[in-house]
């Protein structure tokens, strides 16, 4: 199966990468992942998570690697794309900003702009917020770091969701739905 994958730790995305072939990808070894272990990261803590995409979405691996690549700027990849190769010499840049996650939003379909935007405001956060969190959805990342929060007021998915289910049995002892 092809797609995207990242090698982190439980707070820092490390390094991402495309795969044709997650099955073949790491048979003959991975340079990051050795520059990753000879710098003393302990190896219990690297995990290689995966994103597969779908046959309609294997021409697009390239974009989707850099355009993670350019949100994330990993420590272990030796390249970083710019705006200007994110973006291709042709397409046309909505509104400045400043961010590498605010920047992406530039090349997201317009309804999927509309939706962060709306979360954003549904929920009290900026947009890049809204990005940094999805993006630590989709990698599994238990921690995030949003410059505007201090860290005592952020709270991981698992806890909201823990939080969640303990706020619904507490509904259902006092018999509401």
């Known amino acids: 199966m ?16 495309k795969a044709n072939s997650f099955r073949t990808r790491f048979q003959s070894g991975h340079q990051a992942l ?16 995966t994103v597969p995409t779908t046959a309609r979405f294997a021409d697009d691996l390239l974009v989707l690697e850099r355009g993670v690549i350019f949100a994330l700027t990993p420590r272990y990849n030796s390249r970083i794309p710019s705006l200007k190769e994110l973006a291709g010499e042709d397409m046309q840049l ?10 992406v939003l530039r090349f997201l379909p317009e309804p999927v702009v ?13 947009d890049q ?11 599994g990342l238990e921690t995030t770091s949003i410059g505007d929060f201090a860290k005592d007021e952020l709270k991981s998915l698992a806890e909201l969701k823990e ?14 739905e």
Do not use: W
């Open 34 to 49: 050795v520059r990753i272990l000879l710098d003393g990261i302990n190896p219990g803590l690297v995990k290689i998570i």
């Open 129 to 139: 917020q809204v990005m940094e969190f999805a993006v630590a959805n989709l990698l």
């Open 94 to 103: 909505r509104t400045p900003t400043t961010g590498h996650l605010k920047d």
């Open 2 to 17: 092809a797609g995207v994958y990242a090698i982190k730790t439980e707070t820092e995305v490390l390094y991402v990468g």
């Open 114 to 126: 509309q939706a962060i935007e709306d979360h954003a405001d549904t929920y009290g956060l900026t």
């Open 163 to 176: 939080e969640n289910e303990i706020l619904k049995a507490k509904l259902r002892a006092a018999g509401l």
